[in-house]
């Protein structure tokens, strides 16, 4: 083993019983972005909270675009409940809400 992965490879840690481990791949992976923290989340709540309260005033609830834009809001809180949300999962989800918004006007 050694001779292809190198001494490491069957070395214990010095004055223990311990392998040596990689802490890059055992390191804590609750990493969140920072742009997606601290300015997509919150633009996604305020266009969220602007698209509810066009759901909210509406009185004709069975039109299309209604439904596209409750689909959208549905959508945009169920990712906005998840942690470790992706960039461009958020991304693609404003741009649907922002277009559901358009048509519903």
């Known amino acids: 083993l050694a001779k292809y992965l190198g001494d490491l490879s069957i070395s214990q840690g010095q004055g223990t019983n311990t392998f040596y481990?990689?802490?890059v791949h055992t390191?804590?992976?609750?990493y969140t972005n920072p742009i997606v923290q601290n300015s997509l989340i919150p633009d996604a709540q305020?266009?969220?909270s602007s698209a509810q309260m066009?759901?909210?005033s509406s009185q004709n609830t069975d039109?299309?675009?209604y439904v596209e834009l409750n689909n959208s809001v549905l959508n945009m809180q169920n990712l906005l409940s998840q942690q470790?949300?992706?960039?461009e999962?958020?991304?693609q989800a404003m741009v649907n809400l922002t277009q559901a918004m358009s048509n519903f006007n």
């Open 46 to 48: 305020h266009l969220l």
């Open 54 to 56: 066009m759901l909210n």
């Open 89 to 91: 999962d958020l991304a």
């Open 27 to 30: 390191s804590d992976t609750s």
């Open 63 to 65: 039109t299309i675009q």
């Open 21 to 23: 481990h990689c802490n």
């Open 84 to 87: 470790n949300i992706q960039y």
